[in-house]
């Protein structure tokens, strides 16, 4: 059932998934910023998964470039430690969306 395939996964309703998206004008921008939010959750919180950050599916969208990345919780962990993250960097001119347990992913 789609219950097991999800508990299987680590996916919602059995842990918390957060997807941050970064936009910007300039790809090379997008990717670095991404990749160093994601290093710096992966060290501010190592209770949790953190998949990527790789290219959205739609990878540009209205002359933005987009990508992401997901981080799976526990259920019982504080998300503190992402918005911390993002209080302490500087993201210059890349956009950052943080969703907690997004309804889609596109």
Do not use: Q
Request: proline share 8%; hydrophobic share 45%; aromatic share 8%.
């Amino acid at each position: 059932s789609l219950l097991v395939e999800r508990e299987a996964v680590g996916y919602p309703p059995f842990n918390r998934l957060v997807n941050v998206l970064f936009t910007g004008p300039n790809r090379t921008e997008v990717i670095r910023f991404s990749a160093e939010f994601g290093k710096a959750i992966s060290a501010a919180f190592p209770l949790a998964d953190v998949l990527g950050p790789v290219d959205c599916n739609i990878e540009r969208l209205n002359n933005l470039w987009r990508r992401h990345l997901l981080v799976k919780a526990p259920l019982d962990a504080s998300l503190e430690p992402i918005t911390e993250v993002e209080k302490t960097m500087d993201p210059g001119k890349v956009s950052v969306t943080i969703d907690v347990d997004p309804y889609t992913m596109l």
